[in-house]
């Protein structure tokens, strides 16, 4: 995967940038880290493991809001997720709190269907993870949020029948 300079400028967006920062202690209950997008109680932070500019292993935390649904979709990087709080069902299968699941580069992923809790999630990426790949177009609140995260969404190319 190679990210230009621009992307990931935009990949940046309300990162939090451990190089930038002689100490940091904080807790995620502490709301100033938080940015909030398009439906209550959907937030993120991002950790940037490097320099503004430099591809860096990232640390994201997701909260997810009551039933909602993470569409199908890959990055082009290897991805750790630890669930936090709530629980969600993918494939038919149920991950509570504390489940760790890992997807390897390009390998699709959902859709994730959060409970009447909703959720949160840690995200472990290598490096940048890129813009994300769905399998089918986004909604318009997808593509709204990812904007607000500094990303736009890609669709896989399927082959013409």
């Given at each position: 995967m190679s990210e230009s300079k621009n992307e990931l400028s935009e990949m940046a967006?309300?990162?939090?940038?451990?190089?930038?920062?002689?100490?940091?202690?904080?807790?995620?209950?502490?709301?100033?880290?938080?940015?909030?997008?398009?439906?209550p109680g959907q937030e993120w932070v991002?950790?940037?493991?490097?320099?503004?500019?430099?591809?860096?292993?990232?640390?994201?935390?997701v909260k997810m809001p009551p039933n909602y649904v993470v569409p199908r979709h890959y990055h082009e990087v290897h991805r750790l997720e630890i669930l936090l709080e709530g629980e969600y069902r993918m494939d038919g299968k149920l991950h509570k709190k504390g489940s760790i699941v890992s997807f390897k580069a390009f390998e699709e992923y959902g859709p994730l269907e959060f409970g009447p809790e909703g959720g949160m999630a840690m995200e472990v990426f290598p490096n940048t993870p890129g813009m994300p790949i769905f399998t089918d177009a986004p909604s318009e609140e997808v593509i709204r949020n990812l904007s607000l995260m500094g990303m736009k969404p890609m669709v896989k190319e399927t082959a013409a029948e």
């Open positions: 967006t309300g990162a939090i940038f451990i190089t930038d920062l002689a100490k940091y202690t904080t807790s995620l209950d502490d709301a100033s880290i938080w940015h909030k997008l398009e439906l991002r950790f940037v493991l490097g320099e503004r500019g430099q591809n860096a292993a990232q640390v994201w935390i």
